[in-house]
Each structure stands twice: as C-alpha cells, then as structure tokens.
C-alpha cells in the first residue's frame, strides 16, 4: 500500500511538471502562436463542450465502434490463433498469407470501408477488427504453441483424452498469453477507430480532432487528444484489473 502510494505522488508530480512545461511554452510562445494554446484553453474546451454535450456523444459513438470491433474481432481472433496453434500442418501452408495481410498498411484499407460500409460506425468497427484480429490471433496462436511438448507426450501416454488435453494443458497454458493479446488488442481498437474517424465520420473524437485542425482550433485538438490518452489509460487498466482477477490461478512472479 505504502508503495502504492509513493508510485502515485510520483506519476503526479510527473504530470504536474509536464502541464508546468506546456504551460511556460504557451505563455512564452516558444512556438508558433497557431500551436501554442495554454492548458487553461483546453480545459475550457472541455468545460464547453461538456456542457454543450457534444464531447459527451461523439466519445460514445467513438468507445461503442471500439467495444464491437474488439469483442468481433478478439472472438474471431481467438478461434482462429487456437485452431491453427492445434494444427501445425494447416498453419504452415495458411501462414505467409496470414503474415502477408498483417504486413498490410491497414490504415490504407479505411478509404475502402469507407466507399464499401459508408460513413458510419462499420466502417470504422471493419477498420479496427483488421488491427485488433491478427493481435489476439496471434497472442492465441502463441500460446497454444507454448505448451510443453514433454508434459503433452506423458499426458497421451497416460491416456488423457483429446478434450482433456485440451481443457487441462492448452487453455491454461494459452490463457495468460490470450489476455496480453486482448489487453493490447483493446488499445488498437481505438486506435483504429480514431484513424478511420479522422478519415470521414459523422462522428467520434477522431472526427472532432478532423474538424478543429481544419479550423486551427488547437486547444480543442490539444484537449481531445488529452482526453483519448485518458480513455486508453483507464481502458488499459479495467482490462489489466480483469486479468489479475481471473488469473489469480497463476503464480504472482508469472503475471
């Protein structure tokens, strides 16, 4: 607790010194004066556009494409890492075609979603599937592989079953590797929302950001990416609380 605590003082101090920092830039105008926007600016950005509800509704239509795309994406994902983590023989012929569509620029393929899905939230879901989907799958894929091939070879000779060995060694044993893919996977999603949203949207905060660069309104570009920097934190943690509850299982040093 008493480490916790110094942990906090410490990451506070941290950000009271960068909002210092952002602070005697702007008021120095060390940069261009278009940049250079104060915190205060911002923050009455966000008192405004709160109170309007604008920054209300266009999070959640940022955060529901972003909760679809990685539930779709990590439940396709997950299938699919498994089964071929199951099956050598299939994943040395599917491989490089795999690895040749991970190897894609994916933000290329939003213009394509666009024209094919419209403006709308699948568009942007399609766009942050294709990211988060070859994170679980490979994470999956990973730690299927990962078992240990002496314990698999006494488990047969003992006679466990197909279904055994499945439940007792794969999905223990792939589990923790599975929740590091989805726990990054989630921070992808958002970010492949954002990337799609500053493309063409009717709305979301990527959408914002488009529309108050285009119009120099820089304290509002700087809140709002202060606010998604937000979004990413508290999501990583929720997902990080998940884990430690449901892997309470595992030894503290593997977590």
């Known amino acids: 607790m008493r480490e916790t605590l110094v942990v906090r003082g410490y990451q506070l101090l941290l950000a009271l010194a960068w ?8 008021s120095q105008k060390w940069l261009d004066p278009i940049l250079s926007k104060s ?42 890492g498994v089964a071929l983590g199951l099956l050598p023989r299939v994943e040395r012929v599917i491989s490089p075609f795999f690895d040749a569509a991970n190897a894609m620029p994916r933000i290329a393929l939003a213009p394509l979603f666009i024209v094919a899905l419209g403006i709308n939230t699948s568009a942007k879901v399609a766009l942050a599937s294709t990211l988060v989907f070859f994170i679980v799958f490979s994470g999956a894929r990973a730690g299927v592989k990962s078992s240990d091939s002496e314990l698999l070879r006494l488990s047969i000779v003992l006679g466990a079953k197909k279904q055994q060995i499945f439940t007792k060694i794969f999905i223990p044993v792939a589990t923790p590797a599975v929740f590091a893919a989805l726990r990054l996977g989630l921070i992808y999603s958002l970010l492949g929302v954002v990337a799609s949203e500053l493309i063409s949207a009717r709305n979301g905060l990527g959408q914002l950001i488009a529309a108050y660069s285009a119009t120099f309104r ?3 570009v700087y809140a709002i990416l202060l606010l998604l920097a937000a979004v990413a934190v508290l999501l990583n943690q929720l997902m990080g609380l998940a884990e430690r509850r449901l892997l309470r299982w595992q030894q503290p040093t593997s977590r």
């Open 19 to 26: 909002l210092g920092m952002w602070q005697l830039t702007a």
């Open 218 to 220: 820089m304290e509002a």
């Open 39 to 80: 915190p205060g600016q911002s923050w009455d950005y966000l008192v405004t556009a709160a109170k309007s509800g604008e920054l209300w509704s266009n999070t959640q239509a940022t955060l529901t494409a972003v909760l679809i795309a990685w539930i779709l994406a990590s439940a396709v994902g997950i299938v699919a």
